[in-house]
């Protein structure tokens, strides 16, 4: 378990159950103390049935299910995936099944959602956040220079937002971190259901 240094010292720390750099960076944000525990959970456990809502939430619940805590400990999970023409772009298995990903997705737009579960105890709250995406057109060696540089296996649809991966995204509407992997006011808004204010933990 790798931990997260804080400048609080309020409560228990949450278990964010994720192996994400992203997550962490955005959870980082606050002094909510915290550690970061990866759930061994497989994805591909649970069909998707043309509903990407509650299909990224069911995601997230079981990320959640597979985290060891306490009564009193609160475990946050998420799940990202990108939905085009109705079909899921999870995180590619290789860097050519990333290319054919972002060769579909470039010049057209595409949304992503993010399922959030907060749980504290057997009780469990969860939802989830959408944002259109549309990516520029881009040329096969603009895209193979951009996975040379982003490292794209282990992000949904293989891109990502932030840094130099801006370089791709044309506009969005909606949660900018929706599409980094945490929408921080659907995080907020579940985590004041189990007592957390993230207004508190501001540096």
């Given at each position: ?5 804080s400048q609080s010292s309020k409560g228990r720390p949450v278990i964010l159950g ?140 293989g891109y990502a937002i932030q840094r130099e991966g801006s370089i791709i995204v ?34």
């Open positions: 378990m790798q931990e997260k240094a994720s192996q994400s750099p992203r997550r962490r960076e955005i959870l980082s944000y606050f002094t909510l103390p915290f550690v970061q525990q990866p759930p061994a959970f497989d994805e591909s456990s649970i069909p998707y049935r043309d509903n990407p809502g509650d299909y990224v939430c069911t995601l997230a619940k079981g990320k959640s299910r597979a985290i060891e805590a306490g009564g009193e400990e609160i475990v946050v999970t998420a799940d990202s995936v990108v939905i085009y023409e109705n079909k899921v772009f999870g995180k590619p298995r290789d860097e050519n099944e990333a290319f054919e990903m972002l060769s579909t997705l470039c010049g057209n737009r595409h949304k992503v959602y993010t399922g959030i579960s907060v749980r504290k105890g057997s009780v469990v709250y969860s939802d989830f956040e959408m944002t259109k995406v549309w990516l520029n057109e881009l040329q096969p060696a603009q895209i193979k220079a951009y996975q040379k540089r982003c490292h794209s296996i282990d992000k949904a649809a044309q506009e969005i509407q909606g949660c900018f971190y929706n599409v980094m992997g945490l929408p921080v006011n659907t995080l907020r808004e579940l985590l004041m259901k189990v007592g957390i204010d993230l207004w508190d933990y501001i540096a």
